[in-house]
Antibody, heavy 120, light 109 residues
Framework: QVQLVQSGAEVKKPGASVTVSCKTS????????ISWVRQAPGQGLEWMGW????????DYAQKFQGSVTMTLDTSTSTAFMEVRSLRSDDTAVYYC?????????????WGQGTLVTVSS | QSVLTQPPSVSAAPGHNVTISCSGS????????VSWYQQFPGTAPRLLIY???KRPSGIPDRFSVSKSDTSATLAITGLQTGDEADYYC??????????FGGGTKLTVL
């Protein structure tokens, strides 16, 4: 069965960076992409960006260009997202999702979420 | 302010039908497939509808979507207490890549 298992909760200080991992299984990693979606406490869903498992092409939401980097390790079927220069309003649950391979589309499987808390 | 507009909340009694609207523009819904997600408190969202009106395996046909020009509507028939959740619409956007609606809280009275 398809699974996306994310790394554990993080607490970071403002200005720091965080990397969230997403280990996938149950499907061919290079046949799909990975999108990252975040949800601030009590708020809605926000798409952050997408990376293709086939060729590593990526597409970031304008808001996150320059502060977020998405990468892959195809040898372990794992996706990573680094968020830099964290601010308090980056406190959120971050989800990795399985997406389409050539362009972002829809998200048919979701990780369990990783809570990132940014606090001094 | 979300690019796609949804009502903050809707409610209906068990057994009744309810609709949730999602309004966008020609740069997103008007030119793209729409997807819908259901989220229970404290859990990850799950895909409910994709490519406008396709249901993943396991999603009952009580859930359906109609799309018209720059808007889409999720319809849930025969409401059950287990349908009480937050619902989000999503679409590709020409300029912004992927956009979500702000979410709608469904209360089953």
């Amino acid at each position: 069965q398809v699974q996306l298992v994310q790394s554990g909760a993080e607490v970071k200080k403002p200005g720091a960076s965080v990397t969230v991992s997403c280990k996938t299984s149950g499907y061919s990693f290079t046949d799909y992409g990975i999108s990252w979606v975040r949800q601030a406490p009590g708020q809605g869903l926000e798409w952050m960006g997408w990376i293709s498992g086939y060729n590593g092409n990526s597409d970031y939401a304008q808001k996150f260009q320059g502060s977020v980097t998405m990468t892959l390790d195809t040898s372990t079927s794992t996706a990573f997202m680094e968020v830099r220069s964290l601010r308090s309003d980056d406190t959120a649950v971050y989800y990795c999702t399985r997406d389409e391979v050539y362009v972002p589309g829809y998200f048919d499987y979701w990780g369990q979420g990783t809570l990132v808390t940014v606090s001094s | 302010q979300s690019v796609l507009t949804q009502p903050p909340s809707v409610s209906a009694a068990p057994g009744h039908n309810v609709t949730i609207s999602c309004s966008g523009s020609s740069s997103n819904i008007g030119n793209s497939y729409v997807s819908w997600y259901q989220q229970f408190p404290g859990t990850a969202p799950r895909l409910l509808i994709y490519d406008n009106n396709k249901r993943p395996s396991g999603i009952p046909d009580r859930f359906s979507v109609s799309k018209s020009d720059t808007s889409a509507t999720l319809a849930i028939t025969g409401l059950q207490t287990g349908d009480e959740a937050d619902y989000y619409c999503e679409a590709r956007d020409n300029s912004l890549s992927v956009v979500f609606g702000g979410g709608t809280k469904l209360t089953v009275l």
